[in-house]
C-alpha cells in the first residue's frame, strides 16, 4: 500500500513497515498475529518497554493536571523532578535545557558551545550519528550527513579513537584550523546505532586534556548511552572525564513522550546570568514529557529495577559468548545491554523479522539493546533465535 505519510531513511518504494496490534511489555503482537520479541529497543528508546505502567501513571495524572506547555511558567514538581534528575546524573552543579528529541539536544548544545567561545568550529568523528536536523547533521559523519546538506566550515573530522596516534593527530588538526576557530567537541560517549565504539578511558582523558589546553567545550552525547543503557546509569560514567555540555533523550522518557534535555555546567549557566540564552522552544520542558521523566526515575531507582538489569548484563554476556561460535561472526563489542555483532556477511533484517525478532539488522552487522526491564526468560528466548539465524545463514 502506498503510505500518505513518509518512512525515514529509505527510498519509499522499498520502505519495510509492520502493522502493530498491540505492545506489552518488551513484546509487540502484529495485526498478523505475529510476536516479535523487541531486541533493539525499537529505536533505542524503549528503555523500559513499550507500556511501563508507572511512566503511563504519571502521563495519565499530568494529563489530569496541567497538561499544557508553558515554558516559563512553574507548574508543580517541575523543578523538583529537574533536581532529580540532576541528583541522577551527579552533576548537581549544573543546569538543564529541555528539548523535545536527541537531534535537538545536540543543536541546542552546539548552539550554545558556540555562543559562549563566540567560535565556529566543531570538531567529531566520522564514524558518529548526532541527529537529523542541520546543525545535528553537519556533525553527523556517517552515511546520513551527504555533502550537499550540510554548510561548509562548520565541523571538522578528527580520527577515530582507535586510529594510530589518533590524540596527536587531533592536536595537529586543532593547530591547522586554529584554537581559535574551535568552539567544541561533540563526541558520543559510546557510538549507538554506528557500531557500539568506545575510546578507550586514555583516550578520553586525552581529549580533555586538548580541551583543557586549547579552551575548546567537550559536548557529551549521550542520547543512545544515558539512562542505565551501558551498564552505568550514563556513558560518560565510565571515563572520568567532565564534560560542559551532555545530551540526553530517548531513554529520558522511555520513548513514550517526544522529550530531551542538555545539561550545561556551573559555568555555562553563570554566564547566561547575565547574557541572553539564545534557545528556545513552544513545547520546552513540556509537562507530559517531564511526568514521563519523572516515572524513569522512579523505575531506574528501584531496587528490583537494578537487581533484574545487573542479571540481564551478565545473562547477555553470556548468551552473546555463544554466538562466538558460530563462524559467521567476526566480532562483538558489548557494553551493558548495548551490543554490536559484526558478522563476515550480512543477514537480511527480514530473517530476523520472521523468527519472531525485532532487531537492527544493518551490512555485516546487526545491534542489539533490548529494554532494560527484559526478563531472563525472553533475553535468553531472543538471545536463542538470533543464534539460530545466524547458524541458518552460516
Ligand atoms: C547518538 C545519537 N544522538 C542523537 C540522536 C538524535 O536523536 P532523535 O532521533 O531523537 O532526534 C540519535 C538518534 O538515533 C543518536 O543515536
Redesign the pocket.
Known sequence: MKLPYYISWTKQKDAETFEIASVNGVTITTTDGRHLIDMTSI??QAHFGHNHPIIIKHIKDQLDTIPMSSPKGIYPGKIETTQSLLRYMKKENGKIFYTT????S?ENALKIARDITKKKIVLARTNS????TLG?LSATGDWRNPAHMTPEGWVVRIPEPNELDALEKTRNIILKNGPDNIAAFIL?TIT??NGVYAGTKEWWQGIKKLCLEFNILLVM?E??CGFERTGKAFGYMHYGVEADLL?L??GISGGMIPF?AVWTSEKIADHYEENILCCGLTNYAHPLGMAAMKGVLEIVHDKKFQDNLSHVQNIFKAELEKLKSLSIVKEIRVHGLLCAVDLHKSVAGKKFFNKGLYLVAQTNRIILAPPLIISESLLREGMSKIYEVLEENL
Open positions: 529505536s533505542y528529541s536527541g537531534a535537538e545536540v550519528y548526532h541527529g537529523a545535528a558520543e549507538g546505532g552525547d542520547v543512545v545530551c533523550a530517548k530531551g
